[in-house]
């Protein structure tokens, strides 16, 4: 399966904006000082990531698809995918270096602005694997549907580790780990499918699907070892 790893992003923070979010959660006033000292040190040891596999839908009936062999039940999922046979499946995370920083704070105002901080850390990366998918592989995420276990599309949680088995060793790769009651672990993370909407000649170039029934063109493997120099390509 075609994989690849977003882990070198350069993290960072507005002070008045962590003051923004954790006083819009209920806390009437935040000490400037505290939230500049604790961004700053997030900033230096920060390590957000991501990693996604590209899934070759290889069959597909009422409510379920088949990618890489594996049976994912899901409405939603096997709407969204009617007409395209490539998806991407994802993992992102705050990192374990925020998680195990904010674990050793105490007091109500440091441990809510280490959770806001970790939340924004969660979105950058998840915004520089959107950007990473759109310029590798050529597809419009800007239109694209996401859909996670436990979301209120009716994807039950329960089918997390049917997502986290096609993810592979995701513990090894961005240290995310799922616990038997279907949480993840730093919770700041998230895990689920993304469908770019259309097809085209374009997008069948650099498609790795070599079984779709609808390809337009040929993938120009080549042409993405050399340029990305990706993984499993
Ligand atoms: S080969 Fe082309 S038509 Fe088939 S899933 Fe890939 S991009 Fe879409």
Redesign the pocket.
């Known amino acids: 399966m075609h994989e690849c790893l977003v882990n070198s992003i350069s993290f960072r923070v507005e002070g008045a904006e962590v003051i923004r979010r954790v006083e819009s959660i209920g806390r009437s006033s935040v000490e400037e000082a505290t939230v500049r000292k604790l961004v700053e040190h997030a900033q230096k040891i920060a390590r957000p990531m991501a990693f996604y596999r590209i899934g070759?839908?290889e069959g597909r009936g009422p409510g379920w698809v088949e990618i890489h062999g594996v049976r994912l039940e899901s409405r939603r999922l096997a709407e969204y995918t009617s007409e395209?046979?490539?998806v991407f499946l994802y993992i992102a995370t705050c990192g374990s270096r925020l998680e195990d920083w904010s674990r050793m704070l105490s007091g109500d105002e440091e441990v809510a602005i280490a959770e806001v901080i970790k939340e924004m850390a969660l979105e950058q990366v998840r915004k520089a694997m959107y950007r990473h998918m759109s310029e590798t592989w050529h597809?419009d995420i800007s239109d694209a549907e996401e859909i996670h276990p436990g979301d209120k599309h009716g994807w039950s949680v329960t089918h997390m580790p049917v997502l986290f088995h096609l993810l592979g060793d995701t513990q090894a790769r961005v240290g995310v780990s799922l616990t038997s009651r279907f949480e993840l672990l730093p919770k700041r993370s998230a895990v689920g499918v993304i469908i770019p909407s259309g097809?085209?000649a374009i997008?069948?170039n650099?498609?790795?699907?070599e079984e779709?029934?609808?390809?337009?063109?040929p993938?120009r493997e080549e042409e993405l070892r050399k340029t990305y120099n990706l993984a499993g390509v």
């Open positions: 070759c839908i395209v046979n490539r597809v097809c085209n997008t069948c650099y498609c790795p699907n779709c029934q609808n390809r337009k063109a993938c």
